[in-house]
């Protein structure tokens, strides 16, 4: 199993659930994740508009691929967020902070604004990286 150690030289980090670095060692798989955004089971759009739905719909999709590879949201060890709408992001973030440590995921990761993702109404796409 890996072992994952958080390196933070700062703490502002911690208010926003994120930590500068993370050291992997002793890992045997790394899984790395397509972009999951807010979609049924068919790959349509769900939640026009409503960026606090669409991040708990992304995080429902991306534990679901974790599942099927036989991890969790604790094997996580890098999250990228792309987003339309980096403001709505920032209020509605706090929505899957709570959700997040409790599976202790506390990884590194970019927050990026983007002109636009898959679909006009999807808001948020989330990027993962796994390791066990």
């Not at 972009?35 to 790959?43: F, I, L, N, P």
Request: include cysteine.
């Amino acid at each position: 199993m890996a072992e994952i150690r958080a390196v933070n030289p700062w703490t502002w980090q911690d208010a926003f659930g994120f930590a500068q670095a993370v050291e992997v060692s002793g890992a045997r798989r790394v899984l790395y994740c397509a972009g999951q955004t807010s979609v049924d089971a068919d790959g349509n759009p769900l939640h026009p508009g409503d960026m606090v739905a669409q991040l708990n719909q992304a995080f429902d999709n991306l534990e679901t691929v974790l599942a099927k590879a036989g991890m969790t949201l604790a094997n996580v060890v890098r999250l990228n967020y792309y987003t339309t709408d980096v403001a709505a992001y920032l209020r509605a973030s706090a929505s899957v902070k709570d959700r997040l440590e409790k599976a202790g995921c506390r990884p590194p990761g970019t927050l990026l604004g983007v002109a636009s993702l898959f679909h006009p109404d999807i808001l948020v796409e989330i990027e993962a990286t796994a390791a066990d």
